[in-house]
């Protein structure tokens, strides 16, 4: 158990819907990153907040945005969904910036779109 | 931008036997970090090992090694004497030391197969 928790282990909806996804991080931790795991574009980042604040961007769609809330869990949300964004969407989490920090991984999201 | 690729989309090994697992990088970087991640059909992501490129030794974790070529952008994963939990999803990762952020770039992955 890596400390990191995410909120539903498994979600199915349909196209044109929208979802959250939620995150704690460790406790102590103030880094938050978004990963996607698909079969099409394998690991990938999409987002990493640090105490709040939006610190890096990878390839997230405009149709995804994240935050980071004073309590330091953070929420992705999906709308519009298409079938090509069902994936595992994981979430990790590091104590700050420090380049030395490890990321720990929560057991992820699995989103399905119908 | 950086881009880590792993050949090899599948690998067997014999139970107890050494198995190496390969991973090249692309970067025009001269430090950085560079991860082997683990993903078991739980696909919980466990890190296995990592490497600092500024340090020539080569890392070790008990029945895990890598060899790091940084001339040759090379990133190896050696499993000793393998056992039946250690069939998963293997990642290759790099992460930068410059930028704002700390994200990881991660290869294709190479599934792992112990036979009995």
């Known amino acids: 158990d890596s400390g990191v928790t995410q909120t539903p282990k498994h979600l199915i909806t ?39 604040e939006e610190r890096a961007k990878g ?5 995804f945005s994240a935050q980071q809330f004073p309590d330091l869990h953070s ?17 990790a989490s590091s104590p700050g910036l420090a380049d030395n920090n490890e990321q720990f991984f929560g057991p992820g999201t699995r989103l399905t779109v119908l | 931008a950086q881009t880590v690729t792993q050949s090899q989309p599948e690998m067997s090994v014999q139970e107890a036997e050494t198995v190496t697992l390969s991973c090249t990088y692309d970067t025009s970087e001269s430090d950085y970090y560079l991860f082997w991640y683990k993903q078991p059909p739980s696909r919980q992501m466990i890190l296995v090992i990592r490497q600092e490129a500024y340090k020539q030794q080569n890392a070790t974790e008990n029945r895990f090694s890598v060899n790091f070529q940084k001339a040759a952008k090379s990133f190896s994963l ?15 990762a790099y992460r930068s030391r410059k930028g704002a952020g700390n994200m990881l770039t991660f290869g294709g992955g190479t599934r792992l197969m112990v036979k009995p």
């Open chain 2, 78 to 92: 050696k499993i000793s004497d393998s056992q039946l939990g250690d069939a998963a999803m293997y990642f290759c």
């Open chain 1, 14 to 52: 349909a196209t044109g819907q929208r979802v959250t996804l939620r995150c704690s991080p460790r406790s102590g931790d103030l880094s938050v990153y978004w990963y996607q795991q698909s079969l099409d574009q394998g690991l990938q980042f999409l987002i990493q907040y640090y105490n709040g």
């Open chain 1, 75 to 91: 929420e992705l949300n999906l709308s519009s969904l298409e079938l090509g964004d069902s994936a595992l969407y994981f979430c």
């Open chain 1, 59 to 63: 390839n997230i769609l405009e149709r």
